[in-house]
């Protein structure tokens, strides 16, 4: 099946330091990928949607000078977390879409990655 | 009131018991995705469906438009199934998440 790779899963570090993380769709080409900020015990929040080739569409709250993120082609978006600060330590998802379309682009199968714990000291 | 709600927050089962898990929701949808996240925290996708039923192996999903109600049936439960359970509703183009189901199975 359709496979997503985070990377890193896991990063500590200090604060102010960026960190960067990669989403790539390893088997599949993804026009649209999303990032989820999900905190202990909560749900997945959409922090923001990245389209291959143009400016990602942040939902309301998340600052984009803060969480960058480039979707430069069809099979990789990263976000970076700039100025890293402890109140920005959650665990990140990206998940991607597959670019078939059938229809809709809205009902094709999203693909998560595993995720990346971030903790920033 | 959330959009997605789920039933109920913490499921404990012996192994080999019928699970069932509720979602309700409250806003227009294309289609419901049912999702399993594991300790670890990846995320896999179960289901996505629009209308009636689906089944995969021990799992089945099924859905009432109407209603705006879908359930995650899990037969003979085996401690391999202890994840979150995550009803996910697209509307109309973002997935708007349910809070969860945390499902331990005992052998």
């Known amino acids: 099946g359709a496979v997503v790779s985070q990377h890193p899963s896991r990063v500590i570090c200090k604060s102010g330091t960026s960190v960067k993380i990669e989403c790539r769709s390893l088997?599949?080409?993804?026009?649209?990928m999303f990032w989820y900020r999900q905190f202990p015990k909560q749900s997945l929040m959409l922090m923001a949607t990245?389209?291959?080739?143009?400016?990602?569409?942040?939902e309301q709250g998340v600052e984009k000078d803060k969480f960058l993120i480039n979707h430069a082609s069809l099979t990789l978006s990263t976000l970076t977390v700039t100025s890293a600060h402890p109140e920005d330590s959650s665990f990140y998802i990206c998940?991607?879409?597959?670019?078939?379309?059938?229809?809709?682009?809205?009902?094709?199968?999203?693909?998560f990655g595993d995720g990346t714990r971030l903790s920033i000291l | 009131k959330n959009e997605v709600e789920q039933s109920p927050q913490n499921l404990t089962a012996q192994e080999g018991e019928f699970i069932t898990i509720n979602c309700s929701y409250s806003?227009?949808?294309?289609?419901l995705h049912w999702l399993q996240q594991h300790p670890g925290g990846g995320i896999v996708s179960l289901f996505m469906?629009?209308?009636g039923k689906k089944k995969h192996g021990r799992l089945i999903a099924t859905i009432n438009i109407q209603e705006k109600h879908s359930s995650l049936h899990i037969t003979a439960s085996h401690p391999r199934d202890s994840a979150v359970y995550i009803c996910?509703?697209?509307?109309?183009?973002?997935?708007?998440f349910g809070t969860g189901t945390r499902l331990q199975v005992f052998p």
């Open positions: 088997d599949f080409q993804a026009t649209t």
């Open positions: 998940s991607a879409r597959e670019a078939i379309f059938s229809g809709t682009y809205s009902n094709q199968p999203q693909h």
């Open positions: 469906l629009s209308s």
């Open positions: 996910a509703v697209k509307s109309p183009d973002k997935l708007i």
């Open positions: 806003v227009g949808i294309s289609a």
């Open positions: 990245s389209n291959e080739g143009s400016k990602a569409t942040y």
